[in-house]
Nanobody, 125 residues
Framework: QVQLVESGGGLVQAGDSLRLSCAAS????????MAWFRQAPGKEREFVAG????????YYADSSKGRFTISRDNAQNTAYLQMNSLIPEDTAVYSC????WGGGRSTSLSAYEYWGQGTQVTVSS
């Protein structure tokens, strides 16, 4: 049974930073591309960032480029999302996702086989 468990969300003020973690119970974690998506109230889920299985390639949405950094530790079966300079528009439920066959570039929800339950990030002004 594959599980992805996010942690690290919370309530912060604009300008603050947060680091999200995604712990994966995937035996072959190092062969999966990983990504972070988010869903704000009343909006569709959107791609935030993706990373290849090796970590050598990363991809970002325009809204997160320059402020967010995705990374992974294959020895720990964990992916991360470092979020800096947070703004109220970043308020959303953040979920991690795993893709066995892709490179982490895909922004399509259907490309990812496994999803976590999500962690709430709230940024106050």
């Amino acid at each position: 049974q594959v599980q992805l468990v996010e942690s690290g969300g919370g309530l912060v003020q604009a300008g603050d930073s947060l680091r999200l973690s995604c712990a994966a119970s995937i035996r072959t974690f190092s062969t999966y591309a990983m990504a972070w998506f988010r869903q704000a109230p009343g909006k569709e889920r959107e791609f935030v960032a993706g990373i290849s299985w090796s970590g050598s390639s990363t991809y970002y949405a325009d809204s997160s480029k320059g402020r967010f950094t995705i990374s992974r530790d294959n020895a720990q079966n964990t992916a991360y999302l470092q979020m800096n300079s947070l703004i109220p528009e970043d308020t959303a439920v953040y979920s991690c996702a795993a893709d066995r066959w892709g490179g982490g570039r895909s922004t399509s929800l259907s490309a990812y086989e496994y999803w976590g339950q999500g962690t709430q990030v709230t940024v106050s002004s």
